[in-house]
């Protein structure tokens, strides 16, 4: 039983005070174009979509297609890498995806995972002043959480944007 | 100066947390790579969803035919096996069925299961063969992701990494000279974060059904079915369990769910260290074998 002996329970600490927000930065742009093309050049090829390609993108997914920007780049080695966010109940998530010259998806990595509860998430306006924010978030997020134990909601809604994105593929991209 | 890696990526149907540190970059970057192969690879293995895993495969043809895994799903399904027996069926990775009927599986083709199948109907054969003696479904949805987490530390550690984390939505593990801080989720207000813990060499899984709870023909329903009554739990609390592996861990919080307290003595016996985090009121209570 070493191994639980090892364990640092804090009983006390059980009581302290709630923390409502969470937010973790995994990569910059930069890091996760080298990390899912080691290597290669980016070309911007930042893509808006007319009306008649969202609704065909939405057709074919049964997605919502909420921003009509889309950051993509080209990739000198082929395939396009694209930063996307999805946007749930509690959650945000920056995340780039990587598809290879065929379409297909070559990696997916997550950049930015932020958490938050309370009547504010609701609101579009606060919403999109979370978006891409980098400094004098309008919440306190709590630095010293490191790890949560608990479930993590689930990657549903990266799922979803993900088939969102390869529909751009095919109907902006290709 | 050591270096530290963190990356996530969207895996096992959750979002899937690599910290590794180490003194070389190149070296880290290498390891923290094959710690999300390794996860990739348990996913693709043992994922209900996809047809041609190992699991879709035995779901659709061991109880026709003995239906060869690979190594990581045979011992995945050795270690289920093995919990069964020690829990007298409580723990059971059959209840594959129950979870299609409650809605957390997609059903496959209409097939006419065995509704008094049960894990001794899991037969484990030489040669890393599987055969069921009825027709059932197996999910290894309560001890895959346990069973990822240990492969992608055994991969960090490999790759040189001195310390690290890896965290497959509130399964964990952690190795090396680092007290690992962990919050949890408050049981009923899964919003708020909990200190509790300090891993320094272990792992330590919480499995709670604050955001897994539905409502099906008016009855709140779970993904935690007991395999004896081929009932979900209906547990409010959230229940942790610290072992040297995070497979036995993921699986044994499934115990505490379905038993409660009275899971202590069984998880200790096991291995492992229950914790039952729980509120009275506004009270939070935290119960622990001592």
């Known amino acids: ?136 978030d309008p919440l306190k997020l709590d630095a010293d959480i490191q790890n949560i134990g608990g479930a993590t909601l689930s990657c549903r809604h990266i799922a979803d944007g993900v088939k969102r994105l390869l529909a751009l593929y095919d109907v902006a991209l290709k | 100066m050591p270096i530290e890696l963190r990356r996530a990526r969207p895996l096992l149907g959750t979002l899937v947390e690599v910290t590794a540190r180490g003194n070389c970059e190149i070296e880290l970057t290498s390891a923290v790579r094959g710690a999300f192969a390794a996860v990739a690879r348990v996913h693709r293995l043992m994922s209900f969803h996809e047809s041609r895993s190992d699991v879709g495969r035995v779901n659709r043809m061991a109880h026709r035919i003995a239906v060869r895994v690979h190594p990581w799903t045979w011992t995945v399904l050795q270690t289920a096996q093995r919990l069964s027996r020690s829990t007298a069926g409580a723990f059971d990775i059959t209840v594959g069925s129950e979870l299609v009927r409650l809605g957390y599986l997609p059903s496959c083709a209409r097939v006419a299961l065995d509704r008094n199948a049960c894990w001794r109907d899991v037969h484990l054969l030489p040669g890393r063969r599987v055969r069921f003696a009825r027709r059932l479904l197996i999910d290894l949805g309560g001890i895959a992701k346990g069973f990822a987490v240990d492969r992608a530390v055994d991969c960090l550690r490999a790759g040189g990494a001195r310390a690290g984390l890896v965290n497959a939505g509130g399964d964990l593990r952690g190795f090396g000279p680092v007290a690992w801080r962990v919050h949890v989720r408050h049981p009923a207000e899964p919003g708020r974060l909990i200190p509790f813990a300090e891993v320094v060499s272990g792992a330590l899984a919480t499995s709670a059904s604050y955001f897994a709870k539905r409502v099906q023909r008016g009855k709140a329903v779970t993904p935690v079915v007991d395999g004896l009554r081929r009932t979900p739990t209906n547990a409010t609390f959230s229940a942790s369990v610290a072992a040297s592996s995070c497979t036995l861990a993921d699986a044994l919080t499934k115990l505490v769910l379905l038993r409660g307290p009275r899971a202590h003595g069984l998880v200790r016996r096991l291995g492992g260290r229950a914790f039952i985090l729980s509120t009275s009121g506004p009270r939070l209570e935290l119960r622990c074998a001592d």
């Open chain 1, 1 to 136: 039983m070493d191994v639980v002996n090892k364990w640092l329970l804090m009983p006390a600490a059980v009581v302290a005070a709630p923390v409502c927000a969470y937010a973790t930065q995994y990569l910059t742009i930069e890091q996760a174009q080298q990390a899912i093309f080691p290597g290669a050049g980016f070309i911007p090829a930042f893509v808006t979509i007319n009306d008649a390609q969202r609704k065909e993108i939405e057709r074919r997914t049964g997605v919502n297609v909420r921003a009509r920007d889309q950051r993509v780049w080209r990739v000198s080695t082929g395939g396009f890498f694209i930063v996307d966010e999805v946007v749930g109940k509690h959650e945000l998530i920056t995340y780039a995806t990587g598809l290879n010259a065929d379409g297909s998806v070559r990696q997916i990595e997550i950049m930015d995972y932020r958490e938050s509860y309370g009547y504010e998430i609701r609101n579009e306006a606060w919403r999109r002043q979370f978006v891409g924010r980098r400094d004098g």
